[in-house]
């Protein structure tokens, strides 16, 4: 391993108890370069709470065309076969498809819209790439939950993220609400770093897609975070509404208990300051439709 | 089997339709014999919709009391080795305790209270035994949910309950939240049967109390029943609020994804008028602690 000193140690044999957080949460401000549309209340609110949600960012129209594409994407016979796309366990079903900027164009101009990509620069204070992209797909009843966990700690330690200077977009392309499984998040969760205890197994990725046993906050320092909170959020809104949050921010969600599918758009936004190396605990890189190998600063399209 | 004509037919080889319901929801009124303190709109609603909500029915006080007393049932060395006591799979962690209104004098006052057996005798319009008792415990982060279920399927296909005609009632002794994996409902499905397919395999409870596969309802019936209603209810409310649900009023729950334990009290209300008999699809009943065989009418205690 030739990284720098690892400042976020993970999978230690040893449990490290959680500290603070080494990194600024914003990186940018209402001004100079990377100046953007957010506020400061916004920026404030973001660097509290590690998520902003803004409800029914994108119109009706723009969502049908979303929704549409990923109907097309789901159905392609010609992916078949191909590992960025995921099948529920039981079934052929199609659960999620990774890599969408570069496989489908309607999703690749998507994640160069300036209005998302001029609030992730301001937050980021930089340039950005994408280091991960999919569409996710939750049939009624059918759609499982995940455990809470922080993006950055598995980033970190199997695809060689070495700060904390990422954002996540979800952009929720069906309405939301309680019983359909919605993100959960821990409101000033992402100011901490939560060791996680035990090895990487070799190829993870094949199973904690579907469900994350390595890489796993344990429930002492999970509860004191959500004490610390006070509570926990699930953002609801109608469709075409979106959430950033920061890569480190704690979240899961609960299985859908409603007759109808939840979908969504998911695009990770890295900083060109923040590009990924090797491994900080895995004997592997993951394949490249889930960690970027490719580096190239995004260009916003012609709106 | 010496049942009569089985109105209920489920557990069958081939699917059967759902029906409407054949009896009553509300057997009794606001005058007569069974009178009692619900309105005519109390009535009305629960009629419509299965279900009735009471927040904060009982007094902090007498909750610190029920709690005591689940802590003390779930800590007691002599129930080690009873079948009534379910543990976490993994775990030596005590999930629920059944028959407590026979092992427990708190709970066997509690299950006989004036507030509570006027209204269920009300709604039933007869006087009433109790069916089944238990306490249940869901540890925070750990509680699963229960998928989407009617009892009365089960109490009359295992247990021999020939009608629709008991109530369920559960007091929450920790507040609910739309985190910690609190009851849901579908409003007005108790007005119909979803028969279930296939035959109960033996000593089934043993397995569905942890994870029901047999005696669950088809997703597109289910479909239907929540789109009939427009949408799924979770009443919440603090610790001491009391639900009253119709046998067979649809019901699940996610899992509890906050640190904080969830438990409640949980009596089955059965008509005198609709003891049990044999089970209708099963070879052999359920064992006494989950279906009761002696069929006393419940006194109310002196409050």
């Known amino acids: 391993m030739d990284n720098m000193q690892d400042l976020y140690p993970s999978r230690t044999k040893r449990k490290i108890d959680m500290f603070e957080r080494l990194d600024p949460v914003v990186y940018g401000d209402t001004t100079g370069k990377y100046k953007g549309p957010l506020s400061s209340e916004e920026l404030q609110s973001f660097d509290d709470n590690g998520f902003l949600f803004f409800d029914q960012f994108f119109s009706e129209d723009d969502i049908a065309e979303f929704r549409q594409e990923l ?8 992916l078949r076969g191909w590992d960025g796309v995921i099948r529920e366990p039981n079934g052929d079903e199609v659960r999620s498809v990774f890599e969408v900027h570069k496989i489908s164009n309607c999703f690749n101009r998507l994640s160069r819209h300036p209005r998302i990509l001029d609030r992730v620069r301001q ?3 930089s340039e950005v790439y994408i280091h991960q992209s999919r569409i996710n797909y939750k049939p009624g009843f059918k759609g499982k939950g995940f455990n809470w966990h922080s993006d950055f700690e598995t980033w970190h330690a199997e695809d060689g993220m070495p700060r904390m200077r990422a954002v996540s977009c979800s952009i ?7 019983f359909n499984g919605p993100l959960m998040l821990v409101p000033g969760s992402h100011k901490f770093f939560v060791p996680c205890v035990g090895p990487t197994p070799e190829d993870h990725y094949k199973n904690s897609l579907k469900i994350q046993q390595t890489g796993v906050p344990d429930n002492d320092s999970l509860a004191q975070l959500i004490d610390l909170a006070g509570g926990i959020e699930a953002p609801k809104g109608p469709a075409g509404s979106m959430l950033l949050f920061d890569c480190n921010t704690l ?8 007759p109808y599918p939840r979908s969504n758009v998911f695009f990770v936004y890295n900083s060109m300051e923040n590009r990924t ?7 592997r890189r993951r394949p490249e439709f889930l960690a970027a190998r490719d580096h190239i600063p995004l260009t916003p399209i012609e709106e």
């Open 71 to 78: 109907k097309r994407l789901c159905e392609d016979d010609s």
């Open 123 to 125: 937050l980021l204070g």
């Open 172 to 178: 929720i392309l069906t309405d939301n609400n309680e």
């Open 251 to 258: 979240h899961g969600s609960n299985a859908n208990m409603s």
């Open 277 to 283: 190396t090797t491994p900080y605990a895995a004997n």
